[in-house]
């Protein structure tokens, strides 16, 4: 089955500076990544995804990358505000199996 | 409109009780999902109904753990004979059919002490 790999596990920016959080995944076949974003107590929020026939997306501040090849993906967020702290999940999955893999989990910090 | 719904939103047990949670998908969200998420863990998926097939069931970690959706709406994960690592927060999400996006609800803390 599908195993997603994500780090770091913890993430202290400044606000203002930029955040990277990266994610591999194991099985050719995923072809759509979202990124949910989970505050303290609450349901994951979707905040982007892509699917595997593009490279990259971007929205306002917030952009995925994703490389086939490799099987990596990425998160950016640019400006970062205090808002943005959260917890960050990556995920996977393939048409054949909807149900999604999730990373671990990125505990991001925006010091203000 | 109204997103994912689940109940009770807190249980406390005692180990070796039965449990149910329930979960409210969209309206006209035919694909509900129910995953798991640990203390400081990412989410484990469980289970997925997709309209009248049969559920994709590789998820649950025991025969403790059963889910049935009724009507094509509604769904109530059960958990027989709980033990304290069935600690966790449960969560359930809906989709469209064929479609990629998932919606979570808030999920229910179960605690068995």
């Known amino acids: 089955g599908e195993n997603v790999e994500q780090h770091p596990s913890t993430l202290s920016v400044q606000e203002g500076d930029s955040a990277v959080i990266k994610c591999t995944y194991s099985d050719s076949a995923s072809n759509y990544f979202p990124w949910y974003k989970q505050e303290l107590g609450k349901r994951p929020q979707l905040i982007i995804d892509i699917r595997s026939n593009v490279g990259e997306k971007k929205d306002q501040r917030i952009a995925v990358t994703l490389n086939k090849t490799a099987k990596h993906f990425s998160l950016h967020i640019t400006e970062t505000q205090p808002e943005d702290s959260a917890v960050y999940f990556c995920?996977?999955?393939?048409?054949?199996?909807?149900?999604?893999?999730f990373g671990s989990g990125t505990q991001l910090t925006v010091l203000p | 409109g109204a997103g994912v719904s689940q109940s009770p939103s807190n249980k406390v047990t005692e180990k070796g009780k039965d449990v149910e949670l329930r979960c409210d998908p969209i309206s006209g969200h035919t694909a509900l999902y129910w995953y798991r998420q640990s203390l400081g863990q990412g989410l484990e998926f469980l289970i997925y109904?997709?309209?009248?097939?049969?559920?994709?069931k590789s998820g649950l970690p025991s025969d403790r753990f059963s889910a049935e959706r009724t009507g094509g709406s509604v769904s109530t994960l059960t958990i027989q004979r709980t033990q304290q690592e069935d600690s966790a927060v449960y969560l359930c999400?809906?989709?469209?059919?064929?479609?990629?996006?998932?919606?979570f609800g808030p999920g229910t803390r179960l605690t068995v002490l």
């Open positions: 999400a809906s989709s469209l059919v064929n479609a990629d996006t998932q919606y």
């Open positions: 995920a996977a999955s393939s048409g054949s199996a909807r149900q999604l893999t």
């Open positions: 109904f997709q309209g009248n097939s049969a559920p994709d």
